[in-house]
């Protein structure tokens, strides 16, 4: 069984300032994570994927994700907030014995303050 | 490449009608999957194809609707005939094999059932 929690619902920062997104995963086999970002009215896209290499995961736009097996966590980050990532976050997981099925966690919606 | 083509964006159709929904994956994915979103439910797995075959289909709703994959590079998703509940955005996604790596989304078909 594999299953994700996004630990906030909604997350509003000041332009400039760090924004973090938190995630836990469960997962019976090992994982691979994916956030995607969905801006209004618009598809899903993928952001970043952490797939058993690096712990450390770098993504487009400045965002990245750290690994920690030991936390189950997968939380996403960025130093620098810009207006354009006002959007929702998704963290996902999947895994080989899930063949295909990606599990969405609930979804995090970003606000950003000029 | 274009990336995940969907068509119509926006449908606006009556209670009782016929819809179908269109998607073009990226050229050389092998598994195609059908998405439905909305607020109350987020996203919820219809349907996975792989080569062109069903594979699970237990995400979708009821009998009015069906999905069919006749090749690699096109596949449709009708309800026959539609409900207002059937309202939502539909997301046609693709991804290289194995399936278990990151699934590539299209725009979205914006449905509304009056």
């Known amino acids: 069984a594999q299953s994700v929690t996004q630990l906030d619902s909604h997350v509003s920062v000041s332009e400039g300032t760090p924004v973090l997104l938190r995630c836990n995963y469960s997962s019976s086999y090992s994982p691979s994570l994916f956030w995607y970002v969905q801006h209004p009215n618009k598809g899903l896209q993928l952001l970043l994927k952490?797939?058993?290499?690096?712990?450390l995961v770098k993504g487009i736009n400045g965002f990245e994700a750290e690994f920690k097996k030991s936390e189950t966590s997968f939380h996403l980050t960025k130093p620098s907030a810009h207006m354009s990532d006002a959007a929702e976050y998704f963290c996902?997981?999947?895994?080989?014995?899930?063949?295909?099925?990606?599990?969405f966690g609930a979804g995090t919606t970003v606000t950003v303050r000029a | 490449d274009a990336g995940v083509i969907q068509s119509p964006r926006h449908e606006v159709t009556e209670m009782g009608q016929e819809v179908t929904l269109r998607c073009k994956p990226i050229?050389?994915?092998?598994?195609l999957f059908w998405y439905r979103q909305t607020m109350m439910r987020g996203l919820e797995l219809l349907i996975y194809?792989?080569?062109?075959?069903?594979?699970?289909d237990s995400g979708m709703p009821e009998d009015r609707f069906s999905a069919k994959m006749p090749n690699a590079s096109f596949s449709t998703l009708k309800i026959q005939p539609s409900e207002p509940r059937d309202s939502a955005v539909y997301f046609c996604?693709?991804?290289?094999?194995?399936?278990?790596?990151?699934?590539?989304f299209g725009p979205g078909t914006r449905l509304t059932v009056l």
């Open positions: 996902v997981v999947t895994s080989f014995s899930n063949d295909y099925k990606l599990s």
């Open positions: 952490y797939t058993s290499a690096a712990t």
């Open positions: 194809f792989n080569n062109n075959v069903p594979i699970d």
């Open positions: 996604a693709s991804s290289p094999d194995p399936p278990y790596n990151e699934q590539f």
């Open positions: 050229s050389g994915h092998n598994s």
